[in-house]
């Protein structure tokens, strides 16, 4: 099992991609193939210690930036570091791809080269989210902004499988992202994908609220990408705002640096559940191999965390039966499979 | 000027409605009626020091529970609270209705007493979200679930006005609540509403994402009330996960303990800057009259402030001036008036 790493890619490459790289190689034993501009990523290799790790390094002359049009950079930029550690992953020498690129890019790419599982209308970014009690999967964060009913049964179909197989969560509780917990709740579109969420063999606990959400009740959030998205966004921005906040607050008198001083410890645990980057990245759910999706803003952390996503996700997909399952489902339900009354899921 | 207040909607009713009146009586001079079952106000009203208020009651025999179905409560209890109050309004005995009752009920109940203002298509609820810079005016938080381009062009321009003549802000800062800072971002709607907003006599800024939010880049945030309810429910959930995290977090050691004492100040202070209730429930704009909605939740705090915020309205609102600005701009733009080329705004 290798995973590609693009190293080129997000704010900061190569060097929080090649540190990011080293670490997971070391503290998991992974083998990872670094992708991009070989001298760029070999200088960065020289501050790391990398003896007896397994990292290889593939060439690219070209790498997409933040600011491309996805679509134009990747066909003008066909030796792009993107382009070229996602033809790996689908020719089979590594077995996924990891990326803090740009999104809209990788995605593309992703789709592109590795193609969508049978049955699979739109892969689907599934985002972890930091609750009180452990993490919950949001998707679609943003891959898809304008979503049929029949997309948003896909995402509870992939994500319930994800859940099992990669977080081994024995019957994964899917909710619909809403705005009350009352059945009937919601814009047009959640009336419709109510009724068939409730049909499918999934354990549907109803719509959900961001109380229940951050509170742990739920496992499986599903939206469509635009409001998953700022669902995501605006959680993040509160969350960072009310840490500044005690930080600016705490600096301003004396008494309170040393209560911050006393209680840095905490705050640095804090921020660690509430990091998103503690979790690794986005599996980009629906593809015939794996992407993961960073932040672009992603620290070595991030990156270390994305890879070891990749690593779990390859050891416990065996023989495929992630995909399998995904196409499986997704190839049998469907509004229209689930033959609901004429009043429900039209 | 005197303020209706509906004293048996919310979770604690009558007690924080009682308190809350008798508070800003008290701290603002306001002159209020308390709408509501006589023995149970007054009841409460004795707990209180009411020497030298200006605080009425007015018999209602009926109240409308959280639970039910707005619109056959209001149907059905014709002598409720709430109605009571609003007919209050509409008949020029008070300028202004307070409830932190059923929202649904509240928002059916005035829109039927008061009546939408000429022009305007869909009233909407303007929610401030506290930032880190002061406030923004969140629009539609949840009024309207399923939003047309011409909806969204009228909450842009009602939320200008009143961030001007309430918040006296100058030239509010407006901005389209979207998945990506860069224009052609978003879905079909916010692809459409886009130029629309920016075809307006408005400083429109452009699209903003949860960080620009937060850092208190935007004054008034324009969104459909479906994405716009997600999006502070899912702040406020992750806002209270946070603190509930630093709290418990503090609580494990000792010495963290300490620390906890010490910075108790600074905690208090954050608290209050994020906490709904400081800013005293969201009006419902587009309306003849002023309706102010509280969450059902509310502390006593959170009604005090409601009750100050309608007033703040009614003083500047004069021979109101809000509402005629309202009618005229929502009479003057339109998608069709705004005249924008093919490709845009369709």
């Not at 790493?5 to 503290?27: F, L």
């Not at 049978?118 to 609750?131: F, H, M, Q, Y």
Request: hydrophobic letters at 40%; charged letters at 25%; proline letters at 3%.
């Amino acid at each position: 099992m290798r995973i590609a790493v693009d190293a080129m890619g997000g704010d900061n490459a190569p060097g929080v991609e090649v540190e990011g790289a080293v670490a997971a190689s070391r503290e998991f034993g992974f083998s990872i193939t670094l992708v991009g501009i070989r001298e760029a990523i070999e200088s960065e290799l020289r501050n790391h210690n990398t003896a007896g790790l397994d990292i290889f390094i593939k060439h690219a002359s070209q790498f997409i930036t933040m600011e491309e049009s996805p679509i134009a950079a990747l066909k003008q930029k066909k030796d792009s570091s993107l382009r070229v550690a996602a033809k790996l992953v689908k020719e089979g020498e590594c077995s996924a791809l990891v990326s803090a690129g740009n999104t809209g890019a990788v995605m593309a790419c992703s789709k592109l080269a590795f193609g969508s599982i049978k049955g699979v209308e739109r892969p689907a970014i599934a985002a972890p989210l930091p609750t009180e009690q452990g993490v919950a999967l949001l998707l679609d964060a943003g891959a898809n902004v304008d979503c049929s009913v029949n997309h948003m049964i896909q995402f509870a179909l992939m994500g319930n499988v994800y859940s099992k197989v990669v977080f081994g969560c024995h019957k994964p509780r899917v909710g619909l992202l809403n705005i009350g917990e009352e059945k009937g709740k919601g814009d047009e579109l959640r009336k419709k994908v109510y009724p068939c969420l409730a049909a499918l063999p999934v354990n549907f606990i109803g719509n959900v609220e961001g109380k229940m959400v951050y509170a742990g009740d739920v496992d499986v959030l599903v939206c469509d990408g635009f409001s998953g998205n700022i669902a995501l966004k605006m959680s993040e921005g509160a969350s960072s705002t009310i840490l500044n906040m005690i930080k600016g607050g705490l600096e301003e008198r004396r008494l309170s640096r040393l209560a911050y001083l006393l209680m840095r410890g905490t705050m640095r645990k804090i921020k660690k559940r509430v990091d998103y980057s503690e979790y690794g990245g986005a599996p980009f759910l629906g593809l015939k191999k794996l992407a993961i999706i960073c932040h672009g803003s992603s620290s070595s952390k991030a990156v270390k965390n994305a890879v070891k996503v990749a690593s779990i996700f390859e050891e416990r997909n065996r023989n495929g039966e992630v995909m399998r399952q995904i196409s499986e489902q997704c190839t049998t339900w469907s509004r229209k499979a689930l033959d609901l009354p004429e009043t429900e899921g039209k």
